[in-house]
């Protein structure tokens, strides 16, 4: 057992010696910002378990007796242990490429067996050098609920006096609040005018001459 954890941090120093590039976490479009690095170990992608699954909305328990991470999300419930190649996903055993790890003192695990453990999408990308992990949550996209403009009610000048008017020709003054049929009424000098002029100004109708 000391001789796999000693060849297994062996394996990632000498991969980190030998990469140009850097490998980069992404999450819904979030680089992670690691204290240590995503590492290749024998072809697989480790990363920082606490990290990951923190990001990815679970909650984690360490147990230093066991050596035992487990993360819990709603109904799922993931097991991982140091140096083992057998995790358990809700009860259920399973195998990995390659054991979790302890590496410059964080608990490294497989990036794609804990994203696939709790329903994420996990796409490796060669020219960039990138792990991109997508959520459930965070691979939708919602679209906007549009508020329909309401159409604006007529006034009640409009709705109450338009129809009484047609037909009439509409007298009215430059400064007056009201519209007549009769040119003479009141005694006053109006000019003659349209329904919809009158009624742009506001202008009501007049209770002597204007009737229905």
């Known amino acids: 057992m000391k001789l796999r954890r000693i060849i297994a941090s062996l394996a990632c120093l000498l991969v ?3 990469n140009c590039l850097a490998i ?3 999450i819904d479009g979030e680089k992670l910002e690691l204290d240590v690095p995503p590492q290749l170990v024998e ?3 480790l990363v920082p378990l606490r990290a990951i699954f923190e990001k990815l909305g679970a909650t984690v328990e360490w147990d230093q007796a066991t050596q035992t991470a487990t993360a819990t999300k709603g109904t799922d419930v993931v097991q991982i242990t140091i140096d083992s190649t057998t995790a358990y996903v809700n009860g259920q055993a399973q195998t990995l490429d390659v054991p ?3 590496i410059d003192g964080r608990t490294l695990v497989p990036v794609r067996f ?7 999408d996990v796409q490796w990308i060669q020219e960039t050098q990138t792990v991109q992990i997508t959520t459930q949550d965070g ?3 919602t ?3 549009v508020t329909p403009t309401p159409t604006p009610s007529p006034t009640p000048s409009q ?3 338009e129809a009484p008017s047609t037909g009439h020709t509409i007298y009215v003054t430059k400064t007056g609040k009201r519209y007549h049929y009769d040119p003479n009424c009141n005694g006053g000098t109006y000019y003659e005018s349209t329904l919809e002029e009158a009624l742009a100004r506001g202008l009501t109708p007049c209770e002597k001459c204007v009737h229905d």
Request: glycine letters at 8%.
């Open 143 to 145: 679209a906007p609920t």
């Open 139 to 141: 691979g939708s996209t």
């Open 43 to 45: 072809q697989r992608t």
């Open 24 to 26: 980069d976490l992404v």
């Open 16 to 18: 980190l010696a030998g």
């Open 159 to 161: 709705a109450q006096y």
């Open 114 to 120: 804990v994203s696939e453990s709790l329903q994420a």
């Open 100 to 102: 979790a790890m302890a």
